[in-house]
């Protein structure tokens, strides 16, 4: 189909979102244990005979559905960015396949850099990147998108790697949807954008997809839209993601109101965003008070999570830059305990040895990533991984692993800044950009050594 305008949700009606009763029931259902804390919270204004009932229904359905990919996105147009460049983000989930890291490919018309399983290493699919075109993709599965049901497809890190390889253009991205024969095996919200500043969402489904053309007020009247796991011209009735919706809303508005939607600021902390989008407990608020014991706490359906995988931010280009300046910001591997980074795609294909694929396939910075989120999900029986040792992540002696990991990408950030902006500035100066490759190889061996 030809793709057109719809008007979004919008921002600033997450209460449009927030779970009624129907939906409180299904949290229930997704594991009492996870949820008891909450349950107050939930049930305080229900009449005993709705408690008797949500109690009921939360011990027939314990533990009955698995976790499925919950990724969160955020799409800005370069019309509000204090830069003017447009930002493209992403918090991956992932139900299985924790270890990934940014590739760059050569593909059939263009390179690109992209993030990728370690298991495949981008030989079948793409879970985001850019391409020296100044092409640029992001997907959050949508299961609402064919049918209430909830099917999730196969297609979205195929077609990723297709358009990386091929579109330089939203209107490309287009014809490659309108060209792929249906059902498309497809189910989720692409975010893109080019280097003509093209800047949209596009619901896409098994038999369409709507656009959302996030450069249009009349879409987007605050000049950006988020997007977790439904679609907003899917099934009303299958909202997954709800909650990490409003969370994102909150973070957005309050981003807006201080002036701090810019890269740096949602890059450190979209991803780091402790404020659950439902129950609105925050967990600095409940810091202990050391790390010299095991403090458990639920931790689902906020941004971060067990599955979370690794975090994406691509700023675009200006109308007077080339393609080649395109910057992925990126977090390869788990959000929580490791630093993020700029990655631009060079003449000579070079990118931090920390990140590129080692024994295992995996990078040395996600490994030691992992290695650090096992001290946080200690407990593997039952429904252990929905728990975090909040203790061994934050705690009021500021010994936690975020604590210790926030000062060292202070300083990487600090460096890449001044890299990204000598390669906008200066012409050939994709030697400082190597070189900060190599600082900060040597760097976070050093410190992680120390520090862990």
Not at 15 to 43: C, D, E, H, M, W
Not at 110 to 123: H, K, P
Not at 135 to 163: C, H, Q, V, W
Not at 373 to 384: H, P, Q, T, V
């Amino acid at each position: 189909m030809v793709a057109h305008y719809v008007r979004d949700v919008g921002v600033g009606r997450s209460s449009r979102l927030i779970p009624t009763l129907r939906n409180k029931i299904n949290i229930i259902q997704r594991g009492l244990g996870v949820y008891a804390p909450y349950l107050f919270l939930l049930l305080n204004n229900q009449p005993m005979k709705k408690v008797i009932v949500l109690l009921f229904i939360a011990a027939c359905y314990l533990g009955s559905l698995s976790p499925c990919k919950a990724c969160t996105s955020v799409l800005i147009s370069g019309k509000i960015t204090p830069d003017g460049r447009p930002i493209l983000f992403k918090h991956r989930d992932a139900a299985s396949g924790m270890q990934n890291l940014p590739l760059l490919i050569q593909g059939e018309r263009y390179r690109y850099l992209a993030l990728v399983n370690a298991s495949d290493l981008g030989e079948k699919s793409a879970w985001g990147g850019h391409n020296e075109a100044g092409f640029a993709i992001i997907n959050t599965a949508a299961y609402n998108l064919n049918g209430p049901e909830g099917i999730d497809s196969n297609g979205d890190g195929a077609l990723m790697k297709r358009a990386l390889e091929i579109c330089a253009t939203l209107e490309d991205f287009e014809t490659l949807l309108d060209t792929l024969p249906h059902p498309r095996d497809l189910n989720s919200n692409f975010g893109v954008i080019d280097a003509k500043g093209g800047c949209a969402y596009y619901e896409t489904g098994n038999q369409r997809y709507v656009k959302f053309d996030v450069n249009d007020s009349s879409v987007a009247p605050k000049g950006y839209l988020m997007r977790t796991n439904f679609g907003t011209t899917g099934a009303p009735t299958l909202r997954t993601g709800a909650e990490r919706y409003a969370a994102i809303t909150e973070l957005m508005e309050n981003a807006e109101k201080r002036g701090d939607i810019n890269s740096d600021y949602l890059l450190t902390h979209i991803s780091r965003y402790l404020k659950h989008g439902l129950t609105h407990i925050d967990l600095n608020n409940m810091m202990p008070e050391n790390g010299d014991k095991v403090v458990m706490f639920p931790f689902r359906d906020f941004i971060p999570r067990y599955t979370s995988t690794a975090t994406m931010l691509i700023q675009g280009v200006l109308p007077t830059e080339p393609a080649s300046k395109m910057v992925c910001w990126t977090i390869a591997g788990y959000p929580l305990t490791t630093v993020a980074m700029p990655l631009m795609i060079l003449p000579s294909g070079k990118l931090p040895a920390v990140l590129q694929p080692t024994d295992n396939r995996c990078s040395w910075l996600c490994n030691k990533s992992l290695e650090l989120k096992a001290r946080l999900f200690c407990e593997d029986m039952g429904n252990g991984h929905d728990y975090i040792n909040l203790a061994a992540l934050i705690n009021r002696q500021n010994t936690g692993i975020l604590q210790r990991i926030l000062p060292l990408e202070q300083v990487v950030l600090t460096f890449g800044n001044e890299a990204v902006d000598k390669m906008r500035t200066k012409k050939k100066a994709d030697k400082e950009m190597e070189k900060f490759y190599d600082w900060v190889d040597e760097f976070l061996t050093k410190e992680y050594a120390k520090l862990f």
